[in-house]
């Protein structure tokens, strides 16, 4: 409780740090603590990018340097014996040593914000938010007084993979990324990375350190609405990125396929135009452009699940992966090795949903069957059972076999742009929140150049009717012989580059898809997040 805090404030605090403040008018401790507010509403400034606001932040924060002055003056005076002097003289080089740091990081954010460059802002921001809190320890101006110096003590018998966080294996802490402390006398703690410290300064440079700002601590004292937040930096190898309690294959699946819902139906149009390429007819219909949209719902039948199964599997299979007893889950450079197998599996453990809807949609995209009556028909009703089920064991196992490289490569570009470009694009002043949207255009116009040949090969297989025997058992055999001989028939035709027939409209195609999907499950996935706290 606050009454045992101060009591034990008393008891464990030198009759010199108790004083400090006493000797100061409280006007002036009280708008010194106050910064600490202007300093929390400046930040949501900042990560929403208001610039009209952020520019009153800066004087208001200036006008507070003589403030810290003259507490160190006044709180720690030139007076008393030789050894409450020498004290006093310490204190006092201390203060105006953070308040000096304190006043030129706010001199740093000034130029940032007039420039409108994010990340120089952020630096700026965590080199005074950091002098702030040094300066509040310095001269005793918390209200509280925690008695833990070190948390080690309460995970003495908890090992580190009992704790719930991001392994480095699958995420580097980043600025903005909540983490855990997981080394140190902090070790449990969780905070906000504010600002990441590399080598000799440079973005390319190795990150050695990480400023954290903490939850608020209560015993510490209280704010505008929370408890005091502390500022410290700490080795970056002693933090970890956390893990919300509440990821779940079932969520990651119900965020995935509502934000493929959106990707898919928006840029349905070009998937159908892509189709009609593929099959050598007007990229057009005969009725008009709106034609294009012909179709979208049997195509989000068949790609949403899909996307949900893909995005759902990913994330669990690579959780699951790196806490294999053999994976060293701290290893940065394993994290693309785990994707592969995880996106290819993810996948094709979506296949099962699509395939049904895949014949059906490319009849009506091909113009084959007027209706979503006529397509049914021609695919289930008016072949006999044993075509229709030859066709789509096909089918499937085309899907699996276009869905194992699709699965490895889409997610493994985003992971890699992800990883290897925000310093890039900082430098180029990129919007922060439009990131995931261009990794993931990226990552879907690759994708979707590289896994056109069986794309078209499906689209082909799809509309041409089975002349095999209806009385031929089933087997793998047949398949893949139907498989070779599509493909021998398009290379006989077209040559080889009927395979990719398509393919820069297919990549055209996946861009803005694969855009907005993770742009907008990203987007989900934080709105999430924020509602469950």
Known sequence: SKLQSNLIRKKLLPALEKAAPSRVPPSVVKKLRGIGDVLDNAQADVYDEIWISLESYPPSLQAYFPLMNYYAETAFPDSGDDSHRAINSAQRDA?????????????????????????????????????????????????????????????????????????????????????????????????????????????????????????????????????????????????VQTRSSTESYQRDWLLATLSAIISCGLTYPLENLKCRVQLNQPPIPPEGPLALFKGVELNLLREAPNAGFLMAGFNFLTRQAVGLPFVNGNDPNLKFAVMIPSGILAMTSGAFTRVPFSDISKQVQAGVAKDLGEAISNVYLKPTPDQVWKKLATVFTLTVIKGAPFGAFQCLIYELLKDKTPVLLESFNFPIALEPFLWGGCAGFCTGYLTNPPDVILTRMAVEVDQGDADEAFNLGSILARLNKASQKIIDEEGYQGFLKGGWENAIYFAPEAMLWFGVYDLLKEVTLAFNE
């Open 95 to 239: 203060l105006r040593f953070e308040a000096d740091r304190y006043s030129k990081g706010v001199a740093k954010l000034e130029k940032a914000i007039a420039v409108k460059k994010v990340r120089n802002v952020e630096e700026a921001f965590a080199q005074t938010s950091l002098a702030y809190d040094r300066f509040l320890k310095a001269g005793d101006l918390y209200t509280g007084y925690d008695p833990v110096t070190s948390t080690t003590v309460f995970f003495n018998a908890v090992y580190d993979s009992g704790m719930q966080y991001t392994p480095v294996a699958l995420e580097q802490p980043r600025i903005r990324d909540e983490v855990l402390v997981l080394q140190g006398p902090d070790k449990g703690k969780v905070g906000q990375v504010i600002w990441l410290g590399r080598q000799d300064g440079s973005l390319e440079s190795e990150v050695l350190t990480a400023v954290v700002k903490l939850d608020p601590n209560s015993v510490l004292g209280v704010g505008d609405k929370t408890g005091v937040r502390e500022v410290k930096a700490y080795p970056y190898s002693w933090i």
